[in-house]
């Protein structure tokens, strides 16, 4: 009933000598143990654990390429990335091989050959982001590591109300942690901003073309103020002209955020 | 937007000197970092960490009964326990003190006075466990702790046919996995068992009037060989009446498996 030792698989050698060969992968992974998907010096990640398994298991030494970077502790259910090889490998063999060899808190969905035009990070049209929260005086012990506890009600009508202003295209300034360090400006449309769940659980989705830093974290913050009954939800318009960050907006932790899905244009993709 | 710092709270002294109180705690628990529910010596349970936390909070030593004794891995939603303080301690508050000192992985839904004749274990007329599959090529990283995982797809009205042959009352010797232990002999009556789920969830939801050691992951271990279509559901009673163990009954692993709920007679409930 399991899956047997993790050092028993051995990948088949690439069938032909091949023309190189691009590889797009969906993925999930739980980021608790990680301080986020980049790469960095002494300290565990998506990427770096990615790279290391397959320079182990091909002997190449790719590069790899997230959708979203996501943050310390953020986790993903749809990432997507891509990685080059100059072998020939079978991507169905290798998404075997990687579940094999990576840790249990990261799973590879499938791997496929794409062109050489698809960037996982520059193909991507749109993403969405879910943050999760639970909303009941005592969180579930098994999803504490995925959820961010708020035991006082909140009012979901206002939640969605406040988060119904905010879904356009506008500058999301006051909702970036660092909107001086946004290269691309701080512009964004957010296609659809819902706020969703029964019982406990609520979560609030947003999809959009692009996230400025933390983007995310502080749209769920502001909306628990709201829905806490701190914040009124008519600020959300005054909030985004303003463009300045303030108490109202504050960071959601990590825990709560899933990458859900990443969307692609139709041409490039596969 | 979090509890705060375990150590803050402070539990207030008893408001009459009393003649004593049971309590009745509802409580879940992850028990992937506990070797059960039971006490045991140098190793961390579920009961240790209850008992010690009691022990600091109000200065007596309370012995902790509780209504299933989960083994190590297993985890509970509904699990229900009792004990006794010489001081009349206010049971709301004892569950905030202990929600604020207890590690993360037990929870406390509720605490409440109950009558010096219910018992967790002995007035407990039935119980409700539910062993939950993933049954996907690739598990959810974040379910990896909660799931039995296989991969093949399942036949689950295969499952279903076999577990409903197992319904009502029987000596489930074969499906236990130390029958000559049994000290109230083998004879148990399944009120119900049911295969539910929907895409990659399944779950096996049991109920009964007791449990023999270990009879729900036999169960579960017999339904999963069904589903594959490695036994015929129609062996189910012919393994019933043959009272003995065999291969064709494997034990399940323990991190799948939840006590649910915990059913009491009316009187002497609280």
Redesign the interface.
């Known amino acids: 009933?399991?899956?047997g030792p993790r050092s028993a698989y051995r990948l088949p050698p690439p069938e032909t000598a091949g023309s190189g060969l691009r590889v797009r992968l969906d993925l999930?992974?739980?980021g608790s143990s990680y301080a986020g998907w980049q790469l960095q010096p002494d300290r565990a990640t998506v990427q770096g654990k990615l790279e290391e398994t397959l320079a182990r298991l091909t002997g190449e030494a790719p590069r790899v390429y997230a959708s979203g970077r996501t943050d310390a502790g953020v986790?993903a259910?749809g990432q997507v990335a891509h990685f080059d090889l100059v072998r020939a490998w079978r991507p169905d063999r290798l998404a075997l091989a990687l579940?094999a060899c990576l840790p249990?808190?990261?799973?590879?969905?499938r791997a496929r050959r794409v062109s050489a035009g698809f960037h996982a990070r520059f193909s991507a049209k749109g993403k969405e982001y879910r943050y999760h929260i639970w909303n009941a005086p005592?969180?579930?012990?098994?999803l504490?590591?995925?959820r961010?506890?708020?035991?006082r009600p909140l009012d979901r009508a206002a939640m969605q109300q406040a988060a119904s202003a905010l879904e356009g295209c506008h500058d999301f300034a006051a909702f970036s942690a660092n909107p001086n360090r946004e290269v691309d400006g701080t512009v964004r449309t957010l296609q659809a901003l819902r706020v969703r769940g029964r019982g406990p659980e609520v979560f609030i989705a947003a999809r959009g073309d692009g996230f400025l830093y933390r983007m995310v974290r502080s749209l769920a913050?502001y909306l628990?103020r709201v829905g806490l009954g701190e914040v009124d939800p008519s600020t959300a318009t005054e909030i985004l002209e303003s463009r300045t960050r303030t108490a109202r907006v504050?960071t959601?932790?990590a825990k709560g955020l899933f990458l859900w899905r990443v969307f692609f244009r139709r041409i490039g993709h596969s």
Do not use: E
């Open positions: 009933m399991s899956a999930a992974y739980d986790h259910r579940n249990p808190d990261i799973r590879v969905f005592v969180l579930d012990p098994c504490r590591f995925y961010t506890h708020i035991p913050g628990v504050p959601a932790p």
